[in-house]
């Protein structure tokens, strides 16, 4: 039986020593001999009997490993599943990674997996519908490990988002498990962070209310949905992760139209001040991933106030006021989870493993 063990002193198939880039030849002693199959991009050489690819850009030397929990169909991959041991930090691996899934990393953008990172080594999850199918091994650079940002102090002003925070997670964690693939909950912005991305364009920067909402919590992208999310009018706006907040705005000027194309517009101008599509100085923080948005108001009419929420719809032209401020906006989301309308987490928690 075929074992695998990675720990702090280094990482073993068979009792042979790995290291990567991996010589085939050292493969070769741990597993025996392989199926070798030449892609136009990289080689692959594959055990089949016992479940294991290894991925070679030059054909001499693997860059990374593949462990199969399924058979699949493509002419490289092994025709049956791993059936041996993998030992992790001294454990087996998917009881470590039931009981340590807070330590898992996002290793890229929209990754709902993450992956344990050990001695300069990753094992990423590969899940389809909730069930693990495959692992993913491969070296992983220093500079690239999940570094622990220093948390930046909150501005005096705006420390009642701290309370808000823990009241909106607690409440979330009610509904939804921390477990879950879409539970995108990162640590707070770090002043790295707000220096690289919170000047927008020209003097639009992000506003010190959501630099001081982000300094508390931050969120992951996912490509799917995310629990971290605000019910607005029987539809769901996800928080936008701080630093793509820039290339959402960016979303919104693409749309704006040229002066003798402008269609009539329903807009309490007292309030909201637009003469386009969108006015440029609306923060957008929240996707409905349809075009819509929620935005935080830096430039409100003349009975406006700054930093009310405007929803902003795509296809209607709709810009209506959803809540006067952004704890507003929270506090109605914590007082809706409370009440019972959950309704936008029926998806997430339909995909719960």
Request: charged share 30%; with cysteine; net charge negative.
């Amino acid at each position: 039986m075929t074992k695998i063990e990675l720990s702090k002193n280094g990482f073993q198939i068979n009792s042979i020593n790995i290291e990567f880039p991996i010589d085939i030849t050292v493969l070769k002693q741990a597993l025996g001999d392989s199926r070798h199959i030449q892609k136009k991009h990289n080689h692959v050489y594959t055990w089949d009997d016992q479940g294991i690819m290894a991925f070679s850009k030059e054909g001499e030397k693997a860059e990374s490993l593949a462990i199969e929990f399924e058979v699949r169909e493509y002419d490289y991959c092994a025709k049956n599943i791993f059936s041996g041991q993998f030992i992790f930090d001294g454990q087996q691996l998917f009881d470590y990674y039931e009981n340590n899934k807070n330590q898992l990393v996002k290793l890229f953008k929209g990754d709902r997996s993450g992956a344990f990172i050990l001695n300069g080594i990753s094992v990423w999850f590969d899940k389809e519908d909730g069930k693990i199918t495959s692992l993913s091994i491969s070296a992983r650079e220093e500079e690239e490990e999940k570094i622990q940002k220093e948390k930046v102090p909150l501005d005096q002003e705006f420390k009642a988002f701290e309370p808000l925070w823990q009241e909106w997670i607690a409440e979330i964690n009610k509904i939804v498990s921390t477990n879950n693939d879409y539970y995108n909950l990162t640590e707070g912005i770090s002043e790295e962070d707000i220096k690289n991305h919170s000047i927008i364009e020209d003097e639009i920067t992000i506003p010190p209310a959501l630099l001081n909402f982000y300094k508390v919590q931050n969120v992951d992208y996912d490509a799917v949905t995310a629990v971290f999310q605000f019910g607005v009018n029987n539809w769901s706006y996800d928080l936008i992760p701080f630093e793509d907040i820039q290339e959402e705005w960016n979303s919104i000027q693409d749309l704006q139209f040229d002066e003798d194309d402008l269609p009539d517009q329903e807009i309490d101008f007292e309030k909201i001040n637009t003469d386009n599509y969108a006015n440029p100085k609306w923060i957008p923080f929240a996707t409905g991933r349809n075009g819509d948005y929620l935005v935080f108001d830096t430039d409100p009419a003349s009975k406006g106030k700054f930093g009310q929420i405007i929803e902003l719809q795509n296809e209607s032209w709709s810009r209506d006021i959803v809540a006067e401020s952004l704890e507003e906006l929270i506090q109605n989301e914590i007082n809706n989870l409370k009440t019972g309308k959950t309704e936008h987490f029926d998806f997430i928690i339909g995909k719960e493993s």
